[in-house]
């Protein structure tokens, strides 16, 4: 039971963005994929999500890859992007109800917990709006609600507290921690250390379209020379020359 | 700001040109040639016969002057870019708008002028009215549509007062005093009230600027998209809380394509409109035949075109990421079109065969037509349909 990344080689056609990437997530784990902007963390995420087609390599989660039965594959995993995508013909309820539809979800066990997601993300009264309409932030608590209505094993956050009000950071955090206690996978990427710390499990620096290093916040200072007062900002610097210096 | 306004203009226009040569097709000046030409020989006719003389003719030469006023809203070309990177320029913006406003009274003008030439024949001959006060009523649309636009220039800005319907009311009763009392001095009149209008010095209100020109743009594209594809257009997804009882209706489904497929039709104008349009001209076309088998020939043939426009609904999420990440079957979506589109067929069908039954004259033929129409219409839904997706769904 695990999400295994082995060798992967992809990217945009004619366009190398991902170089034999390496990566694997344990259950109850959740992994913080960090790196500089177009370092390739939303690309790998869009391998694992299979909206780019894999030059080389393997994704395999769960035992099961996309290309052997997609909706099986797809059904293992929940995403919220960094940019909420909604259907702009959808109201906040059929949102939910489309996401028990897709994931085979029992509405009757299924409706209580979409109620209990939305009063902490203070949606319980838009049930019948139109969700394009709501505030950026707003849009994306939908997403996160969606995302852990589907209760999948696999859970992929891009950016996950962009736009978010320092609430609904509290009660994101406050998810992902009963997800990890509960045996999930998490894959997340984020440039704000500062709160994505209390839930990260282990780290992976993306640069240049490979991970050279996964570990803790102490063992990634250690390998990029940090002392253990220096800021973890120092890493972007040592990141960035790296990229420079080819 | 002039600079940019100029640019703006001429970009707009050679937009508009490409978008013109693509609505007046050669199918199109076809049609529309043999269109005006039965119109003016039914026009001509009537003249002929009509009496002359009767007390409301001035009326209806002045309500015909008038509705080319209706046209013509304020071009402003404005971009919601503008309201980041036009913010500090307020000062220059009346400048902007007074480029904007000449461009916009050009298609005003031309129609008006049109107008102007098809009724004069019945305004001098049949309504008697003078060749002067003809030309006023002709003055003094144009300088009110002048005026229509400063107004609409100066309700950009913030505390203005909103009485856009009135102008055009008041434009009304202002022409048919013209008509029946030769009243000239009332154009004098509005032309002062029109350089009354002055530039506001109150900050502009780029939000509701853009907001409303946005609105206008797609009127247009919206006019094209009848034509041609218009990538531009941005469809105002609407809620239609009143068509949730078809939802309610319609039984529920465990196909989460049909579910999308559902919405899709009932809140994207793209798909309700285009049937209701349909419906429309096919009825249209009903009472203009009003001859039997044609009737059917024709309404067949609009239900034809209907479906071949929406069947292409089961791709409408194919660039939707959120639609390729859910776990949702594609093997699924033929089958929750074409019940999409059956339903919505049928509801075409049974609303012109309803319009034969009570708009034209009775006879047996009509009763059986119905159901004729009716079985044409399944059959493009469940014969033609089937194979028109799977040809899509192949690509």
């Known amino acids: 039971m695990s999400l295994e990344i082995t060798h992967l080689v992809g990217g945009y056609a004619g366009f190398t963005v991902i170089n034999d990437l390496n990566l694997n997530i344990s259950p109850g784990e959740t992994l913080g994929l960090i790196g500089l902007n177009g370092a390739g963390k939303s690309t790998t995420i869009k391998h694992i999500l299979g909206l780019l087609p894999t030059r080389q390599g393997r994704i395999t989660l769960n035992e099961r890859t996309l290309a052997n039965d997609p909706t099986a594959f797809k059904r293992q995993l929940a995403y919220i992007p960094e940019t909420p995508i909604l259907y702009p013909e959808l109201t906040l309820k059929e949102h939910l109800q489309l996401t028990m539809l897709s994931y085979g979800l029992a509405e009757a066990e299924a409706w209580p917990k979409a109620q209990n997601l939305l009063t902490q993300f203070r949606l319980a009264d838009k049930l019948d709006w139109l969700p394009s309409h709501f505030s950026k932030g707003m849009q994306q608590k939908v997403m996160i609600v969606c995302a852990f209505l589907a209760d999948t094993p696999l859970l992929i956050i891009d950016e996950p507290f962009t736009g978010l009000d320092p609430l609904a950071v509290t009660r994101l955090i406050a998810l992902i921690e009963a997800a990890k206690a509960a045996g999930k996978m998490i894959l997340m990427t984020t440039h704000v250390l500062a709160q994505a710390q209390r839930v990260i499990s282990k780290y992976a620096v993306l640069n240049q379209g490979t991970i050279p290093v996964v570990g803790s916040l102490a063992e990634i200072r250690k390998h990029y020379g940090l002392a253990p007062s220096d800021s973890f900002d120092l890493l972007y610097e040592r990141l960035s020359q790296e990229q420079m210096h080819g | ?395």
């Not at chain 2, 007390?55 to 006023?69: I, K």
Request: with cysteine; glycine share 4%; aromatic share 14%.
């Open chain 2, 1 to 395: 700001m002039d600079k940019l306004a100029k640019a703006r203009l001429r970009a707009n226009l050679k937009q508009s040109l490409q978008y013109l040569s693509l609505v007046f097709n050669d199918f199109f000046v076809l049609a529309l040639l043999f269109l005006v030409g039965a119109v003016m020989f039914w026009y001509a006719q009537s003249l002929k016969q009509l009496p002359t003389g009767k007390w409301y003719y001035p009326l209806l030469a002045a309500l015909l002057l008038w509705l080319p006023s209706l046209t013509g809203r304020l071009v402003t070309l404005l971009k919601p870019a503008d309201q980041q990177f036009l913010l500090t320029q307020d000062r220059y913006f009346a400048s902007y708008l007074s480029k904007m406003r000449r461009y916009s009274l050009i298609l005003p003008t031309l129609l008006l002028l049109l107008m102007a030439g098809v009724v004069f024949p019945f305004a001098l001959v049949k309504a008697q009215l003078t060749v002067s006060t003809y030309v006023a009523m002709i003055g003094f649309l144009l300088l009110s549509k002048y005026s229509q636009l400063r107004l609409a220039a100066r309700q950009l800005y913030f505390n203005q007062p909103k009485f856009a319907t009135w102008i055009h009311l008041g434009t009304l009763a202002l022409l048919i005093m013209i008509a029946y009392s030769q009243l000239w001095f009332l154009a004098v009149l509005s032309l002062g009230w029109a350089y009354w209008w002055r530039s506001s010095t109150d900050a502009v209100n780029w939000l509701s600027a853009i907001a409303q020109e946005q609105q206008r743009k797609n009127t247009i594209y919206a006019i094209y998209a009848m034509f041609t594809d218009v990538p531009e257009r941005q469809l105002a997804i609407k809620r239609r809380r009143y068509l949730d009882w078809l939802l309610a209706w319609s039984k529920k489904t465990h196909n989460p394509n049909l579910f999308l497929y559902q919405r899709l039709f009932l809140r994207n104008p793209a798909y309700l409109s285009l049937v209701s349009q349909m419906v429309c001209f096919s009825v249209l076309l009903s009472l203009l035949v009003a001859n039997g088998i044609w009737n059917l020939g024709l309404a067949m043939l609009v239900a034809f075109l209907t479906v071949y426009q929406l069947a292409p609904l089961i791709q409408a999420y194919d660039y939707q990421l959120m639609y390729l990440v859910l776990p949702i079957d594609p093997a699924t979506r033929p089958r929750a079109g074409i019940r999409v589109i059956a339903t919505a067929i049928n509801g075409y069908g049974w609303l012109v065969g309803l319009s034969w039954l009570c708009l034209l004259p009775w006879s047996w033929q009509v009763l059986w037509q119905v159901p004729l129409l009716l079985i044409g219409v399944n059959l493009l839904a469940f014969g033609y349909l089937p194979l028109r997706m799977k040809k899509m769904e192949q690509k």
